[in-house]
């Protein structure tokens, strides 16, 4: 049965596999071992999961320019467990959870060129483009700042 749960500093099981998944997916611009625990610990990070196995994660940070923001700082999905809608079930809850927090907005960065993720956060709920930073992680490496309200969480 697959459960949703925000993770927890305590959750070591959890974490060693998050990393793995996000190296499969991301490869070099992975969390690792390093940069996960402050996130768990200073952010928030969710996962949806089936029998101890994980099989997406969304991690976020506080945005500091904007005090009711939060950044989707990354989001994979197993590839064996992909088109399923598991990032939209866990975007949806971990909305939730966030306006509960009093968050009003979420902001993430995004390749012009990966249509799928794309098509989850523009077409599926609706994130507009706010802005284009070009060479954002490199020459060449190009990003669109998408951003989400949460009011409807919020009403909800």
């Known amino acids: 049965m697959l459960e949703f749960l925000e993770v927890k500093a305590s959750d070591g099981w ?8 996000e190296r499969m997916v991301f490869g070099s611009g992975a969390v690792d071992a390093w940069s996960l625990p402050p996130l768990i610990r ?8 089936e029998d101890g196995h994980v099989l997406a994660v969304v991690e976020y940070m506080r945005d500091f320019d904007d005090g009711q923001a939060v950044y989707l700082y990354g989001l994979a999905v197993q590839p064996n467990a992909r088109r399923q809608g ?3 079930k866990l975007l949806c809850n971990s909305f939730r959870c966030l306006a509960r927090k009093g968050f ?8 012009p060129d990966n249509e799928a993720a794309l098509r989850l956060y523009v077409d599926a709920f ?6 284009y930073y070009p060479h954002e992680y490199g020459k060449g490496v190009h990003r669109y700042l998408l951003s989400y309200s949460l009011k409807e969480e919020m009403d909800g």
């Open 86 to 88: 598991l990032a939209q």
């Open 104 to 111: 009003s907005r979420v902001y993430l960065t995004v390749a």
């Open 14 to 21: 959890v974490a060693e596999q998050i990393i793995r998944l």
């Open 42 to 49: 200073h952010g928030r990070v969710f996962v949806i999961e």
């Open 126 to 131: 609706g994130f507009n483009r706010v802005a």
